[in-house]
């Protein structure tokens, strides 16, 4: 909407996507530290995958963990937001990619091309064994973690001497003496900093500006529904990122179009949109147009509220003639 003096690389009417805090409202107040310009081709709902995911897996594997071209990972819950990321952060890399995630749910992995000896479920200890028989003496370099107690045990066991254990699940932080010969980081992605966190966002969007990231499946809920959202993603039934959408902002300077609209339910929606969302032009269609029955009326009622009305008679099953009518909207 606005910037203030020092912003120099956003404008107002920018797509831009970021951290924020008390993003869940229509009009947010935040630093410009955070934000960056959404790619071309990417919606807004895809972008909302981003920030969150992509930064705190980037930041954990290659600021903290320091992950490299050739090394192995164990991403735990990798139908996640962050593990899905993680993986194809990894993947661009050239890394080798271990993953947990509840059975009903490999198949989400194998599409993301991990073979199934280097899929394990996330809600059994199988996965240390199962691993093992892959990676054997030579262990795994790095797990990035979201599980708690047996697991991360069985988790550091699978690392090799000198090895990095990244918690980002932050639900059972350890010390770093619980795992003698090894890195241990807890982190929140906020530790960063934000020029820190500008510089990984800016490289992000490069990736997914050039196809070499992809954004995350979606599944959408408006925010009316935000309390519907959180229980759902406490029980864990979704990969990827859920999402909460604003409602859709009526534009009062545009052209809405009511099919039936000289009817009895396309009267009442057409003064609705008048008095409850300012709507200033209105194409009201049906079959007799002007003849049916009240439509001058109508028309009449709504030019008095300073509405400007056209009311056209068109079949709507006809294609032609609705693409007449719709090319003579301004």
């Known amino acids: 909407l606005e910037?203030?003096?020092?912003?120099?690389?956003?404008?107002?009417?920018?797509?831009?996507?970021?951290?924020?805090?008390?993003?869940?409202?229509?009009?947010?107040?935040?630093?410009?530290?955070?934000?960056?310009?959404?790619?071309?081709?990417?919606?807004?709902?895809?972008?909302?995958?981003?920030?969150?995911?992509?930064?705190?897996?980037?930041?954990?594997l290659m600021d903290l963990a320091g992950l490299r071209e050739g090394e192995s990972l164990l991403v735990h819950a990798g139908t996640g937001g962050t593990g899905m990321a993680a993986i194809q952060l990894a993947q661009r890399l050239g890394v080798e990619v271990f993953a947990t995630a509840s059975p009903a749910k490999w198949e989400v992995l194998?599409?993301?091309?991990?073979?199934?000896?280097?899929?394990?479920?996330s809600r059994t200890l199988e996965f240390e064994?199962?691993?093992?028989?892959?990676?054997?003496?030579?262990?795994?370099?790095?797990?990035l973690n979201s599980l708690t107690g047996e697991f991360i045990d069985a988790s550091a066991r699978l690392l090799r001497p000198g090895g990095r254990f990244v918690e980002m699940g932050k639900l059972d932080i350890r010390d770093q003496g619980q795992f003698p010969?090894?890195?241990?980081?807890?982190?929140?992605?906020?530790?960063?900093?934000?020029?820190?966190?500008?510089?990984?966002?800016?490289?992000?969007?490069?990736?997914?500006?050039?196809?070499?990231?992809?954004?995350?499946?979606?599944?959408?809920?408006?925010?009316?529904?935000?309390?519907?959202?959180?229980?759902?993603?406490?029980?864990?039934?979704?990969?990827?990122?859920?999402?909460?959408?604003?409602?859709?902002?009526?534009?009062?300077?545009?052209?809405?179009?009511?099919?039936?609209?000289?009817?009895?339910?396309?009267?009442?929606?057409?003064?609705?949109?008048v008095a409850e969302h300012g709507l200033r032009h209105l194409l009201l269609v049906s079959r007799r147009g002007l003849d049916a029955p009240g439509a001058l009326e109508l028309r009449a009622e709504l030019i008095a509220h300073g509405v400007e009305v056209t009311v056209a008679a068109c079949d709507m099953a006809d294609r032609d003639a609705v693409a007449g009518l719709l090319a003579g909207v301004a």
């Open 129 to 143: 064994e199962r691993f093992r028989a892959v990676c054997g003496e030579r262990g795994i370099d790095v797990v």
């Open 181 to 273: 010969g090894l890195e241990y980081h807890w982190f929140d992605v906020l530790d960063a900093g934000p020029e820190r966190l500008r510089q990984i966002l800016a490289e992000l969007m490069e990736l997914f500006a050039a196809g070499e990231l992809r954004p995350l499946p979606v599944t959408a809920w408006d925010v009316r529904r935000g309390r519907e959202a959180f229980r759902f993603m406490s029980q864990a039934r979704h990969t990827g990122k859920i999402v909460l959408t604003m409602p859709r902002v009526w534009d009062p300077e545009g052209t809405v179009l009511i099919t039936g609209g000289t009817g009895g339910l396309g009267a009442e929606v057409a003064r609705h949109l």
């Open 3 to 60: 910037v203030g003096p020092g912003v120099e690389d956003l404008r107002p009417g920018d797509r831009v996507v970021g951290l924020t805090e008390g993003g869940f409202g229509p009009v947010v107040v935040t630093g410009a530290g955070g934000l960056t310009r959404i790619p071309d081709g990417v919606g807004y709902e895809q972008a909302a995958t981003i920030p969150v995911s992509f930064l705190t897996t980037y930041y954990g």
């Open 110 to 121: 194998r599409s993301m091309g991990i073979p199934d000896d280097h899929i394990a479920s």
